[in-house]
């Protein structure tokens, strides 16, 4: 079965900067997207990033252009979300996911498999 398990999420002050790693094990298809998504406090989740698997393509939330980056390792199965210059708005659970089969990567709906979540808080 595909397991997703994330990793780096931890306490940083505003404008520090945060690496989220995500593996992905039991994989038996290639995925065609993996994704980056968080949800806040009191919120719905949403979405963050995506990285095509074969070519790379990336695509952000507007709000997030310019200060995250999202990068994969095909060789570990491994996705990366590159996060500086922080907020405290920027404090979620955040999540990775794969996409089996083509639809909207901007939506949770895109995605066939979920990771449980690191927690990441900014303080100001």
């Known amino acids: 079965q595909v397991q997703l398990v994330e990793s780096g999420g931890g306490l940083v002050q505003a404008g520090g900067s945060l690496r989220l790693s995500c593996t992905a094990s039991g994989l038996t298809f290639r995925p065609k997207t993996m994704g980056w998504f968080r949800q806040a406090p009191g919120k719905q989740r949403e979405f963050a990033a995506h990285i095509g698997w074969s070519d790379e393509r990336t695509y952000y939330a507007d709000s997030l252009k310019g200060r995250f980056t999202i990068s994969r390792d095909n060789a570990k199965n491994t996705v990366y979300l590159q996060m500086d210059s922080l907020k405290p708005e920027d404090t979620a659970v955040y999540y990775c996911?794969?996409?089996?089969?083509?639809?909207?990567?901007?939506?949770?709906?895109?995605?066939?498999?979920w990771g449980q979540g690191t927690q990441v808080t900014v303080s100001s």
């Open positions: 996911a794969v996409a089996r089969r083509f639809g909207d990567y901007t939506t949770e709906q895109g995605y066939s498999y």
